[in-house]
């Protein structure tokens, strides 16, 4: 049974150690891993999150297990970097200064700057030009999680990779009531059949019964904060035993 796990589904499998029923075929879109990834962007990219790191504290409280990844990995880093006790103070300055994120992009060419510590402008982009390094090992470990899975990846050339594709496509834009957003992600479900959506998503789900009767993919609210796992797995081993029964019953 084809089952499509939603970008929300992706971060609570990647918070948690989840055992996924072994029989099923699991997929998700690429534009699902791309919003996992700019979540982990975003935040190591965020001069109060990482200043909040520096102290050891969380802007959120209580650090979900995404931020507690970051956490691990930055504070790895600002010690191997062997950076002083003044320097420590100078970035968080720095931090309440400056918007990191928005004055300093991500363009590659800060990975090939060697830039003066003498100020906090210097000491703040040699530690943007590291963050970029250190980025591509979470997003790996991103993938290698996704991988761990065995959840398949649909790419955008499988998607679209037609006129009728496109024409499909456009006909859901034109006739439901999906959000842009999340449109080409439920597409990808339906272009592929899945018999299972599953999303964290409630207002998606509601926005999904104006796809009209013409698929055969349900999709299905999974409460990510009420025994995720378990609520996971019996969604699954319902809309499976359904499945098996109508084929039974020769319906």
Do not use: W
């Amino acid at each position: 049974m084809k089952i499509f796990f939603d970008t929300n589904i992706l971060v609570k499998l990647l918070e948690n150690s989840v055992e996924l029923p072994k029989q099923h075929h699991y997929l998700t879109f690429e534009k699902c891993l791309y919003e996992v990834k700019n979540g982990f962007k975003l935040k190591l990219y965020d001069s109060a999150f990482l200043n909040s790191l520096l102290q050891n504290t969380s802007t959120d409280g209580e650090m979900k297990d995404q931020d507690s990844y970051l956490k691990e990995k930055f504070l790895a880093f600002i010690e191997e970097t062997n950076y002083s006790r003044n320097e420590i103070i100078q970035l968080k300055k720095a931090f309440n200064k400056y918007f990191l994120k928005f004055e300093y992009g991500i363009a590659s060419e800060y990975e090939f700057m060697d830039l003066a510590k003498t100020d906090d402008i210097g000491l703040i982009k040699n530690l943007f030009k590291n963050l970029k390094i250190l980025l591509r090992t979470v997003l790996s470990g991103v993938e290698e999680r996704v991988c761990s899975y065995n959840i398949e990846q649909l790419l955008y050339e499988q998607i679209f990779d037609s006129d009728l594709s496109s024409t499909n496509f456009r006909e859901i834009l034109d006739d439901s009531l999906i959000n842009t957003k999340d449109l080409e992600i439920v597409f990808a479900a339906l272009k592929t059949n899945c018999k299972l959506f599953l999303s964290s998503d409630f207002p998606l789900i509601k926005e999904t019964k104006t796809l009209g009767l013409n698929h055969t993919t349900e999709f299905v609210y999974i409460n990510p904060d009420d025994n995720f796992e378990q609520r996971l797995g019996e969604t699954i081993n319902t809309a499976y035993n359904s499945s098996v029964y109508k084929i039974a019953a020769g319906r």
